[in-house]
């Protein structure tokens, strides 16, 4: 199965975060290596499957391959909030999957965004995360009744901690005039989501998972002894992936997985929600 990669480019200029701070790849791989698992990928998803990995098993052989850096792909250039808040609102989840749905996805994101802040504190990920809370501001008259209608829809599911605050409350918070209220909830994380890739990189190396950077993989073959993944530097481009062991890809969008059953395929729609992926 060929995959395809992104093309190769300078990283720094590709965001604010990850111009943020000094950044030195890992060697590519040149040679051949057997692994027990292969995540292809590292943005958040990767990086989150290779922690747990290790993790739940340590002797297990894992190998991260990142066609660029670490944190090149959404990973690097988010807007680094640690929220629970998905692609859907709380009143349109509900209504598209129903309030029990509505309710599990909430808990879900909220686990994620403890999970996270605990993770950071554990093994003390240097990437300037801190927990100021979340306002979603009302501009108009409009809007402050959409949020307030969503606050009271949370408060009836029994999400704690989701509350509707006023202009006056809203304008203690943040000096402005043009609030007419706000949705506050304090389970909100801000992180330098480059570092926190980073982080999290020097976290799996001593864990003991390897991580290769500048090293696509362009290709995943099956054959006899398991999977092999191709990638073009070094003289032997292969990664053998044992039988009954896996490939995982956490390309994002941009591989498109067609091998079949022992490649597994995993994307992260928010930046926390590899978190809860346990
Ligand atoms: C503008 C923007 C703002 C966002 N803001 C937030 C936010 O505030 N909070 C939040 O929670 N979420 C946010 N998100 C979403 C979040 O960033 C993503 O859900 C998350 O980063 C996805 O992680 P990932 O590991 O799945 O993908 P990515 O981070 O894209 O990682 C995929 C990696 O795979 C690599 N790759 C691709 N092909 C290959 C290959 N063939 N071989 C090897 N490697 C390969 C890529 O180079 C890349 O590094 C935002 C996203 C965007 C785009």
């Excluded at 029994?158 to 007419?180: F, H, K, M, Q």
């Excluded at 292969?238 to 956490?250: K, T, V």
Aim: hydrophobic share 40%.
């Amino acid at each position: 199965m060929p995959i395809s990669q992104p093309a190769s480019t300078s990283f720094a200029d590709k965001s604010f975060w990850l111009s943020s701070a000094p950044y030195t790849p890992n060697p590519s791989l040149a040679g051949d290596l057997t692994v027990d698992v292969a995540v292809l990928g590292g943005g958040y998803t990767g990086l989150a499957t290779a922690y747990f990995l290790k993790k739940a098993e340590p002797s297990l052989r894992v190998a991260l391959l990142e066609s660029e850096v670490i944190g090149f792909g959404a990973s690097g250039r988010n807007g680094g909030f640690s929220m629970t808040l998905f692609g859907l609102s709380l009143s349109v989840t509900a209504s598209l999957f129903g309030k029990e749905k509505a309710r599990q996805a909430h808990h879900y994101m909220e686990q994620a965004v403890e999970l996270l802040e605990s993770l950071v504190r554990e093994h003390k990920l240097e990437c300037d995360y801190e927990r100021p809370g979340f306002l979603r501001v009302a501009t108009t008259p409009l809007y402050a009744k959409r949020i307030h209608e969503e606050v009271e829809l949370a408060q009836r599911l029994g999400l704690e901690g989701i509350e509707w605050i006023d202009a006056e409350a809203t304008r203690r918070e943040v000096n402005s005039p043009l609030y007419l209220g706000a949705w506050r909830e304090p389970r909100c994380g801000l992180v330098n989501p480059a570092k926190l890739a980073w982080e999290l990189k020097r976290l799996i190396l001593s864990m003991g998972v390897q991580v290769f950077e500048h090293t696509p993989g362009t290709a995943i073959e099956r054959h006899a002894g398991g999977l092999l993944i191709h990638s073009p530097q070094g003289k032997v481009h292969r990664l053998e992936a044992r039988p009954g062991h896996q490939c995982l890809l956490a390309s994002h969008s941009h591989a498109a997985p067609q091998a079949g059953a022992r490649v597994h395929t995993h994307r992260a729609h928010r930046a926390a929600a590899p978190w809860a992926l346990r």
